[in-house]
């Protein structure tokens, strides 16, 4: 049976910075590495709320990305 190693956990924080001419929204994003992998998503909601709070721009989605190993 096949096991997925934790590699990384990413938490990706992605912001509204503006509009383009057409009307669409230009977003930039931030990436905060080291996250672990017993991180709750309340735990989680917590700190993407601090860290957005430190930017001016409106938070429009974070996400939390995990990479692993599949090992046999």
Do not use: C, H, W
């Not at 910075?17 to 909601?45: C, F, H, P, W």
């Not at 957005?52 to 974070?62: D, E, I, Y």
């Amino acid at each position: 049976m096949a096991n997925i190693e934790f590699k990384q956990g990413i938490v990706r924080l992605t912001f509204e910075a503006g509009m383009t001419q057409d009307g669409k929204v230009i977003r930039k994003s931030k990436s905060y590495r080291n996250v672990n992998e017993a991180s709750t998503a309340d735990q989680l909601l917590d700190v993407t709320t601090i860290l957005a709070g430190f930017s001016s721009r409106p938070l429009l989605a974070a996400e939390k990305i995990e990479t692993g190993n599949i090992q046999n």
